[in-house]
Every structure is written in structure tokens, then in C-alpha cells.
Nanobody, 123 residues
């Protein structure tokens, strides 16, 4: 089992920044990738970014490329999502997930999920 706990969400004005954290515990070595997904009001859960265990490979949704950066600190078993130049359309609950490959961008490919953290961007 892998346990994931997100933190760092909040309310920010458009153009601002936030950094989300995801602390992993348990059998973290059984998963080769970590990812962030988000789910806005009335929307399906969508892929945001993913990173391989070593941090050598990263993948981003087109909507966040150039604005968001995913990184990992393996010593702390923590994955981060630095979000810059936030837009109102980034408003969503952000979820951390653990899976087998960072190339996979569908929620069903990830077995472990955190409880989510709310990000609200005001215009």
C-alpha cells in the first residue's frame, strides 16, 4: 500500500503562484511514477503532470506547459507541483497519484490517490 497526503492548496489571485506537496509513505518503491491530476467543478478528473521515480522524465498537459513544474525529492518521498501564472481555469481540487509509468495520463492507470487539496484562483 502507498499512502499519499497533499498540502499547499489555497486561494490565490490570477497571475499568482502556489506550490503543492505530496508526501508518500508505505511501499513507495512499488510505484515508478507520481502524478498530479485535477478536477474542476462539474468536470472530469484530468491529467496535469507526471514524473518518473528518478525525476529524469516529466510529462505535462498542454494547458499547464511552461507554467507548472513537477519535481521530486526522493530523500523526503515528496513530489511537488510548482504552479506559476495561475489562471481562474486552474481552479480545481488537485490530487496526487502513484502509478507504474509517468507516460500514463489516464486516472485509471494510477492505483493510489491522495485526498486532494483545493486550489482556487480568483480573477
Amino acid at each position: 500500500q502507498v499512502q499519499l497526503v497533499e498540502s499547499g492548496g489555497g486561494l490565490v489571485q490570477a497571475g499568482g503562484s502556489l506550490r503543492l506537496s505530496c508526501a508518500a509513505s508505505g511501499r513507495t518503491n512499488s510505484r515508478d511514477a507520481m502524478a498530479w491530476f485535477r478536477q474542476g467543478p462539474g468536470k472530469e478528473r484530468e491529467f496535469v503532470a507526471a514524473i518518473s521515480k528518478t525525476g529524469g522524465s516529466t510529462y505535462y498537459a498542454d494547458s499547464v506547459k511552461g507554467r507548472f513544474t513537477i519535481s521530486t525529492d526522493n530523500a523526503k518521498n515528496t513530489v511537488y507541483l510548482q504552479m506559476n501564472t495561475l489562471k481562474p481555469e486552474d481552479t480545481a481540487v488537485y490530487y496526487c497519484a502513484a502509478g507504474l509509468s509517468a507516460r500514463l495520463t489516464y486516472p485509471q492507470n494510477y492505483n493510489y490517490w491522495g485526498q486532494g487539496t483545493q486550489v482556487t484562483v480568483s480573477s
